[in-house]
């Protein structure tokens, strides 16, 4: 996963909302800072350094950069905040100060996560093939649920209508995504250590490359260019969809995606079966009989938490 940075937005270390850096500098260009300025370079070039607080220039300088540079009604449009919070935080950007109180702005780099989930249906055949046989079937965004995934213009759409984009979440335990994913809690959620996942993906689909970026939730579409930040137009969502905390596996060959199909991996990468909380005994039953051979593979089973809206997992042990 290449180097990804936001600039965040928090109160008392609790995140309010955040921006990716890559809006940060269309934005700058668009106010007419150019290549000469060390900052936007930085911010281009090397973001995860000023996160890190591993480049000359200090996280202070750089927020002070953007705060002299982007008019706060401009960005506000890209952030999704409520609206008080909106403005506790926009008086802070105007007055030029990183910290007020309990509120304070920062870089932060966006980790690869140790382990991505695949929410599905309970389809015994495709069941099969992913779990027993290793094959992991990759959609197109034409099978996408969101008509503007992929398709912030009509080129972009027509350059990935085809192009394998694996879909996966890192909340194990997200009624939303039981609910619009998994069969209205009745199917299953797959977890997969991305490690060894994106590994086993390369090795074993040659001459492919699997890589894997977060999905970006803005407000607003972003001037993006197609031939300039490819893989960008493959992961700006719409903010209402935030909850899904998604992060995306590409299969590449040089700068060509592959297109959609099933591609092998290491079925020891599958790290977690869980079945939703309306999930029937037969359906546990299958999942864990295709899961017998792998001895580090955990099962897990969703129940509703009592008196609340939401649910909690429970390990089911091996006898």
Same mark, same amino acid.
Request: aromatic share 10%; charged share 20%; glycine share 4%.
């Given at each position: 996963?290449?180097p990804?940075?936001?600039?965040? /937005? ?11 850096? /890559?809006?940060l ?20 070039? %090397?973001?995860d350094?000023? %996160? ?11 927020v002070?950069?953007l ?8 960005l ?6 409520? !609206? ?39 389809h ?12 992991? /079937?990759m ?20 350059t990935?209508?085809?192009s394998?984009?694996g ?34 993906l ?9 890589d ?22 493959? !992961? ?16 590449a ?31 546990? %039953? ?33 006898i």
């Amino acid at each position: 996963m290449p180097p990804s940075v936001v600039l965040t /937005f928090l109160c008392s270390d609790h995140v309010i909302c955040s921006v990716p850096v /890559f809006v940060l500098v269309l934005l700058a260009r668009e106010q007419g800072v150019t290549e000469q300025s060390e900052f936007l370079n930085a911010l281009d070039i %090397a973001p995860d350094h000023i %996160a890190d607080n591993k480049a000359h220039l200090s996280q202070e300088s750089c927020v002070t950069f953007l705060q002299e540079t982007l008019q706060w009604g401009t960005l506000a449009k890209y952030l999704a905040c409520p !609206t008080y919070l909106l403005e506790i935080i926009g008086t802070l950007w105007s007055s030029g100060a990183s910290t007020q109180g309990p509120f304070s702005i920062r870089f932060q780099r966006v980790t690869m996560p140790n382990t991505i989930y695949r929410f599905m249906r309970f389809h015994p055949d495709r069941i099969r093939a992913l779990i027993a046989e290793g094959k992991l /079937f990759m959609p197109c965004p034409a099978m996408f649920n969101d008509p503007f995934d992929c398709s912030l213009d009509e080129p972009i759409r027509l350059t990935f209508i085809e192009s394998a984009i694996g879909c996966f979440s890192t909340k194990p335990d997200n009624v939303l995504m039981f609910s619009h994913y998994a069969d209205n809690h009745r199917g299953l959620c797959v977890g997969f250590d991305t490690r060894q996942l994106l590994s086993s993906l390369t090795t074993m689909n040659t001459p492919l490359r699997a890589d894997v970026r977060p999905v970006w939730y803005l407000s607003k579409i972003p001037g993006l260019s197609l031939d300039i930040q490819p893989a960008l137009c493959a !992961t700006c969502k719409c903010d209402i969809w935030s909850y899904e905390q998604e992060f995306r596996v590409f299969m590449a060959k040089g700068s060509s995606l592959a297109a959609s199909g099933l591609f092998t991996f290491d079925r020891g990468a599958i790290t977690e079966v869980i079945c939703g909380c309306q999930a029937t005994d037969d359906t546990v %039953a299958a999942c864990k009989s295709l899961t017998n051979d792998l001895p580090s593979c955990k099962h897990k089973k969703a129940f509703q938490i009592p008196n609340q809206f939401g649910v909690q997992l429970h390990e089911i042990h091996k006898i």
